[in-house]
């Protein structure tokens, strides 16, 4: 230290400390920031593989170019993926809904059909179309970083009218249903808002910004280690459930011990 | 009032013969007599010795199995501490050991006094059939004759028969007595004015996030989007208090932006809405719950209580439900600063329809 603190005037020791701070600052960006641009840096093989693969798995309903299918009595056949971004793409693939199995009021999730690589490349060709909501980083859905009280409010107040205060989903008109949350990726929760798949509305950067996304992906992803202290989670929806066990095995044993006691004796 | 024992029988012992008290009553023309309750089976434990000796065995051990178990709480409450030396919680699972030690031991013990009553009590104690004969509910000749002479001497004894003046002006003030509840009901206080049909939206003021309070400009939303939002001047009213969980209940609201060629505009509401953007109470109009069960592909709005659906793209029109009128809406403008602002309170009033509604 003696070393250093001694040189600490001389005539070049400003340029050195400028130097050594533009390549920390530079090293830094250097490792934090580039994965975004690495994907879309790393793309022309990949966008020709993904559109490869569109053509075979996506095209017989979406369109050779992704413009969609509407059939002239306004039936639609596949929406057009022109500007959903690598996001819908991600969440879409990635849950196992698309390739769709069967068309219905609502497409579930399902086994995922592609490989992580194929997914990658799909949503890369996808994105390739018109820009749209690109794929959240690891930072920003790190169940970790985010703030559960906060992200509780925050989901009551924007998503748990529809997927329930706990996020066990559920029922909507006509056959459609909000899907429970438990065991989806922080990634997907964080798609999924960002661009609201067949029913759910959308909740942009702007609406509901990162930082409340990721307090949202917090809080489910808390209360899913939650432990259930009486041994069952009985669903988790609260004192509804609770009260219909309570009646039907509270009264259900005792109006069986009323007909054992008053049964003929032998 | 004095009819012979028997005509009583006849007139309300209808359908039956009454021949004596104490046979059970048959149904006129049945071929086949009521043979009454069979008599008790014999148990094993009334004609075998040993049977008996082992129900009793059981018996006595459940009893004994019972006060071990009390004594077993006992000792588990001094034993099982609730938190270890550092202030750590002593658990199995999710519930603490003392708990399960507690509730297990008392509660078996409990279990097993009941249960060892109710086998002793089915096969050991003698099961004799006992008759119990009702008494008649009438009263006794004399004391029915006693209390209408005692009625009789009373009238003529207040005079309330004979002095016709005193009864008369009696029964004109008992008459009129129901007429200060009637006029007390009648008025309950000042009339509620319209803050059944107010809220706190009016000229100007913002609409802003719920929680957040942030302000909202047009831009934020794209199509799809749902924000559920509140007044501005929400925010300013007295933490404690009725008034802020009134307007709580009343003032909700969500915006959501709809491609207006998708949209059906209702007449007069031509300049409520941004650019698609539209604002609608979050309060249904059936029973007033909150909601926001909104699909963006369809914009159908449904409410999770009684399953009422409306039809935002179409002026908040009732498609299905218990709902009697549409979701009123809200009339949008933006102010100078960009950001979304509401032109009125509402035209209709917010939540359950009610009898004065349209006066």
Redesign the interface.
Known sequence: MTAISARRRHPLAAAVVLFVTLVVLGGLYAVLAPASQASSEASSTQIEEGRQLFAIGCSSCHGLGGEGQVRDDGTVIGPSLIGVGAAAVDFQVGTGRMPAGAPGAQISRGAVQYTDDEIAALAAYVASLAPGPEIPGAAAVDPDAGDVARGG??FR??CA??HNASGQG?A??YG?Y?PALQGVTPTHIYEAMLT?P???????D??LTPE?KRDIIAFLKSIEDE???G?FGLGRIGPVSEGLWGWLLGIGALIGTAVW?GA??? | MTTPESGEMAEYGEGRTGTSELEPAQPVGDPIPDPGPAPPAERMTDIDLKAEQRVERQVASMFGLASLLILAFLVAFVIFPLTTDDGGAVDVGAVRVSNVALGVTLGLALVLIGLGAIHWARKLMTSKMVIHERHQLRSTDDVRAETLADFELGTAESTFGRRKMIRNSLIGAMALLPLPAVFLLRDLGPAPGGVKKNTLWDTGVRVVHDRTFAPIRPSELQVGSLVVAMPENFEELPHEGPERINQRAKSPVFLIRIDPDDLRIEEGRENWQVDGILCYSKICTHVGCPITLYESDTHHMLCPCHQSTFNLADAGEVIFGPAARPLPQLPLAVDEEGYLIAQSDFVDPVGPSFWEMNT
């Open positions: 409010e925050m107040t924007n009218q529809c559920g909507l008109s459609k909000a609201g067949q029913a759910m509305p959308v909740f942009n702007q609406t409340d432990p259930n202290p041994g006691l003929k004796r032998s």
